[in-house]
């Protein structure tokens, strides 16, 4: 009978009784983010500025913890071989999470790819958690499409390849989500702040930068939850569940913080590709649509847009705050107001004053970095917008103008994000490297131990190294033999030698007292016994190599890595903290399983489960919640809306697939050859039959004494070259005198030994003109040559015989103030 009873209900109350019991906007979120998942399907990575950095790190970590060490503070693979304290001062956990993929099975490019997008749908979940408990399920909806389609968040997973920076975002929205929830609960209090301290504690170990960034903001966010709720115990709460979270990670951040003068940080903020004062952006480029993606162009300049359609419908929610009847719903749209023009006035150049005041800042080290925080109160506000109009709808008669205008904002920022799922890939020799292609990828990039400029070197390494002995031990699998033998005296040897990860036995036989030295930094945590007496470790050399004296006679040695006082303290108190953690998570089992015996305390544990946006079942008791931070309306859907939101997504990864991805479309451009450049002077010069110089872009030619002249070269490789190249381009006067110069080592900062012949490369040149140049016409000169030689390419075919290695672009004329 109850089957046949079930057998006739409508779809709308099947739908209605799933819903019940499921969020159906968690998987529908899942269906709109397959188009920003499909660029991670590959079997290779996006080509990216740091993307090839955090795989070989996850190559290093890999092979550490084959080896038994589940968490290396020390990377003795780095550095070809001698080692770097990376995990001393880096944020860990965005490297375990690929790590535990892989354990799994998973090749290390696929756990890569298999991470970020895990980032993007966590983020995604999160943010919809966050909004749809302040607002309502329909504004949580639209700022979860937000948050993952934000340019930053795109821009970040595939120009960048920056997994910390993904998760980092990924934790923040959930952070809040679980901060609201233990301000707001009456039962449940303690799984709340121990789901509290577990996301804080991954947020913390996620990035360094990022938890920088947002901080300051979580903390605001959760004052303006307790100033509404008005209640002193959440107040403890809230308190009690950050002391806690931090205790979880003081692991890593009191060692970060106490020994950051053991490392060589200042290499970090004073080169000026990471000196602050030199990547503040411009309303203009903050306002700019992504440009349509050519699948010819080599070297494309990440866009610093900020997400017009995020930025436009983040405005009228907050001129909408006045809808909310609410002080709590609209107190947090202006707070979120507030710090999206903070964030946005960090971002210009008016803003260096308070750069320069704020020390911490520097470490952020480009501006670019705060459009995470932009994207995230955009979102928060794009969702405000909805949920205000929800709210009121109920009360007029345009009830039905809401949900078309959620699927055209759907649409809109979907649509303004397109061209950014069009990245260019590596060309990887393999899906699964090795320690050995992480020591060539060293040379080929000059990254110092994965690091960019090394700025993880102990400072006593004051001679970087360029390559180590232990580099063909590692081509040929032998055993890792760090003892540097040319400094032990004459009749010594070696009795035995056994060599582990951050370890060492050795027994040495010396007819005199001997300084034995490895291949490996010194750095504070190593620690030396010699016949079982303690012994001290020093520095050795301009190299910075790890040293100890040993006395005449037989020694047995015993050399590893641990724990300095300041860690051991760190390590401690993370340990009370995680035995904490675990008991107050027992008595919230053992108080839940006395619970589950009433059945009246079952049918109250019901409504909690269900969640602020489901709906109220008939006999259910409601947990008692600050009124204004109730739900706008409950989470069922009627089934026509679903049905129009599953085809939405489903109609947005088709359309993608195919039609954006094999035809040529406003947002993608297909590269037929040189011709499909766009340019304002074409050239076609040939330099030494290897490279072609397409054109070049002059925006003006007049320029003002004191101001730079812009010049834009477009080159395309005839073929693959071994040799790099940098071009030059000079300002000339009618005698052939140098005015002005700029030249560019890479040219458009991509070296010429990785040009394709089937891509071309803009190579951007801004030439200082000085305030005393003297009027007059100009000619700029343009080429290529050897930085190693100075020699040029000859021009094949030049119109001026007496230019044979350059071409003259003009004529520029130079004018006074």
Known sequence: MSQTMYAMKSPQQVLERVQQRLDLNLPLICLF???????????????????????????????????????????????????????????????????????????????????????????????????????NPMAG?????????????????????????????????????????????????????????????????????????????????????????????????????????????????????????????????????????????????????????????????????????????????????????????????????????????????????????????????????????????????????????QARARESRLAWLTFPLTVVALLIIVGGSLSLLYPRYYDLASTSPTLTDMMAYEHASGTIGTTSFGEYLPVWVRQVPQDSPLENLYRSGGTLDRLDRSYLPAGA???????????????????????????????????????????????????????????????????????TPTRLIADMISALGVSIWLALMMV????????????????????????????????????VVHREFAPAQAAIMPLWQVTALVGLALALTLFKSLYLDRFPSPFKQHFGGSQDVRLETRLDINFGDQFVLLGYDLPYSTVVAGEPLDLTLYWQAQKQQPTTYSSMAQLLDSRGNVISAQDNLHPGQYPTNLW???????????????PDTPPGRYFLSVGLYEPDTWRRLPVVDSTYPEWTDAILIGPVTVVSK
């Open 33 to 135: 983010l397959l188009p920003a998942f499909h660029p991670l399907l590959k079997p290779t990575l996006t080509l990216s500025s740091d993307g090839l950095v955090h795989l070989y790190r996850l190559v290093a970590l890999d092979s550490a913890v084959n080896q038994g060490l589940l968490f290396p503070r020390w990377m003795p693979d780095l550095t070809f071989g001698y080692g770097l304290p990376l995990f001393v001062y880096y944020s860990p956990l965005s490297y375990y999470m690929p790590e535990v993929l892989h354990i799994f099975g998973l090749n290390a490019v696929y756990a890569m790819n298999a991470s970020l997008a895990l980032s993007l749908l966590v983020g995604a979940w999160a943010m919809y958690l966050f909004v749809r408990d302040v607002f």
């Open 141 to 389: 909806l639209v700022a979860s499409v937000a948050y993952a389609y934000a340019p930053f968040q795109l821009l970040n997973m595939y120009s960048r390849g920056s997994p910390p920076t993904a998760w980092g975002m990924a934790f923040f929205p959930l952070a809040l989500w679980a901060y609201q929830r233990l301000i707001r609960s009456q039962r449940a209090a303690r799984v709340h702040l121990l789901l509290v301290a577990l996301i804080l504690a991954a947020l913390f170990l996620s990035h360094n930068i990022t938890t920088l960034i947002f901080s300051p903001l979580l903390g605001g966010y959760v004052v303006i939850f307790l100033w509404f709720k008005g209640d002193r115990q959440r107040l403890v709460g809230a308190s009690l569940a950050a002391v806690l979270g931090a205790s979880l990670a003081v692991f890593f951040l009191l060692p970060a913080m106490a020994e950051r003068s053991l490392v060589q940080l200042d290499r970090l903020t004073t080169p000026p590709g990471f000196d602050y004062h030199f990547h503040f952006l411009t309303l203009s480029d903050l306002l700019r649509l992504p440009p349509p993606v050519n699948t010819g162009h080599l070297n494309p300049e990440a866009p610093s847009s900020i997400g017009l359609p995020q930025l436009v419908l983040a405005l009228l929610g907050l001129s909408g705050a006045w809808l909310y009847k609410g002080r709590a719903r609209r107190g947090i749209v202006l707070f979120s107001g507030v710090w999206l023009f903070v964030s946005i006035f960090m971002l210009l150049p008016a803003s260096v004053g308070l750069w320069d005041r704020l020390p911490l800042l520097a470490f952020v080290q480009r501006p670019s970095r705060l459009l995470s925080l932009s994207a995230f109160l955009m979102a928060v506000l794009s969702g405000a917008l909805f949920g205000a109009l």
């Open 493 to 563: 040897r070696v009795e035995s030698a056994i060599f582990d990860a951050n370890r060492a036995q050795l027994t040495i036989i010396s007819p005199q007292a001997a300084q034995l030295v490895f291949h490996t930094f010194y750095f504070p945590g190593w620690r030396a016994t010699i016949n079982g007496q303690e012994t001290g470790t020093f520095p050795v050399s301009e190299r910075g190599l790890l040293g100890l004296a040993v006395p005449a006679g037989e020694s047995r040695v015993e050399l590893r890595f641990g724990e």
């Open 588 to 623: 919230a089992i053992y108080q839940k399983l006395n619970r589950q015996a009433s059945p009246r305390l079952i049918e109250r544990g019901r409504s909690d489960i269900a969640g602020p946006g489901a709906p109220v079942v008939q006999g259910a008791q409601v947990d």
């Open 756 to 770: 394709q012949p089937w891509g071309y490369v803009t190579d951007p040149h801004s030439l200082p003109v000085s």
